[in-house]
Nanobody, 127 residues
Framework: QVQLVESGGGSVQAGGSLRLSCVMS????????GGWFRQAPGKEREFVAA????????YYADFAKGRFTVSRDNAKNTMYLKMTSLKAEDTAVYYC????????????????????WGQGTQVTVSS
């Protein structure tokens, strides 16, 4: 059974950076397209970024463009989300997800389209 485990979350001041990692076990990450989502208290889960299985195509939410970078190292079965210029409104639990099919970039922004999820890692940005 495929499992995803995120790490790298924590507390940081506004303007700071964090890099989240997502390791897959029980499966081969290179078979999957990947996504990152976040959920703040009282809000719905929100798309952040997605990446194709080979890493050649990426897709970002508008708020993530220019500040966040999604990448992957299939040899390490690991996907990453580098976040810079963090703002207080970026505070949320961040989740990684994996999906076998990539149909359209917009479809990759829909949580229900994903096959596997991690448990989440908390990111807190203080202003």
């Amino acid at each position: 059974q495929v499992q995803l485990v995120e790490s790298g979350g924590g507390s940081v001041q506004a303007g700071g950076s964090l890099r989240l990692s997502c390791v897959m076990s029980g499966g081969t990450l290179s078979f999957y397209n990947g996504g990152w989502f976040r959920q703040a208290p009282g809000k719905e889960r929100e798309f952040v970024a997605a990446i194709t299985w080979g890493g050649e195509t990426t897709y970002y939410a508008d708020f993530a463009k220019g500040r966040f970078t999604v990448s992957r190292d299939n040899a390490k079965n690991t996907m990453y989300l580098k976040m810079t210029s963090l703002k207080a409104e970026d505070t949320a639990v961040y989740y990684c997800a994996a999906r076998l099919q990539w149909t359209t970039a917009q479809a990759m922004s829909v949580p229900q389209q994903y096959d596997a999820w991690g448990q989440g890692t908390q990111v807190t940005v203080s202003s």
